[in-house]
C-alpha cells in the first residue's frame, strides 16, 4: 500500500475522532442495542435495527480511520527548514493579481482538506499549482471560473 501525506495536526485530529468513538460512541451504542433487546421481539424493534446501523457505521469509521493513520506519512512542517518554497504542508498567502485580494491556505493531505478553514488538499488544482514555487512567483490557476493569476507573497512553516 502507498502512503499518504497527512500534517501532525491532522493524524492528531483523527486520533482524538478514534479514540472518542472507541471510548464514547462505541459503548453508547451497546448500551442502546441492550437496552432496545430488552424491549422483545427484535424483527419489529426499530430501536434494535436502529441501533445496530449506528454501530454498523461506527465500526466501519473506526476501521477507516484506524486505515488512514496505518497508511500516513506524518509530515511534521515545523521541522523543515523554512526555504520560502510551496511544499506539503505550509501555509501560502496569494495575492489575486486582479482583485488585490489576499488568501491564505495551509496545503494539507486528502482527509484534512476543509476550505472553510483553508485548508486545501495538496491534489486540488490549486496546490497542484503552487507546489514546488517560490516567493514572488506568479503561477496561473485554473479554476472553474476561468484562469486566475495569483503571486505568492508569503510561505510560513506553521
Do not use: W
Amino acid at each position: 500500500m502507498s502512503q499518504y501525506p497527512m500534517t501532525v495536526q491532522g493524524a492528531d485530529r483523527l486520533r482524538e475522532e478514534l479514540n472518542h468513538l472507541k471510548t464514547v460512541k462505541r459503548p453508547e451504542i451497546v448500551e442502546a442495542i441492550a437496552e432496545a433487546r430488552e424491549h422483545g421481539d427484535l424483527k419489529e424493534n426499530a430501536e434494535y435495527h436502529a441501533a445496530r446501523e449506528q454501530q454498523g457505521f461506527c465500526e466501519g469509521r473506526i476501521q477507516d480511520i484506524e486505515g488512514k493513520l496505518s497508511n500516513a506519512q506524518i509530515i511534521d512542517i515545523s521541522k523543515i527548514a523554512n526555504t520560502g518554497k510551496v511544499i506539503f504542508g505550509v501555509t501560502v498567502t496569494l495575492l489575486n493579481i486582479d482583485t488585490e485580494e489576499e488568501v491564505t491556505y495551509q496545503i494539507v493531505g486528502d482527509d484534512e482538506a476543509d476550505i472553510k478553514q483553508n485548508r486545501i488538499s495538496v491534489n486540488s488544482p490549486i496546490a497542484r499549482g503552487l507546489i514546488g514555487k517560490v516567493v514572488d512567483s506568479e503561477i496561473e490557476i485554473k479554476t472553474p471560473g476561468g484562469l486566475v493569476e495569483y503571486e505568492i507573497i508569503a510561505v510560513d512553516h506553521i
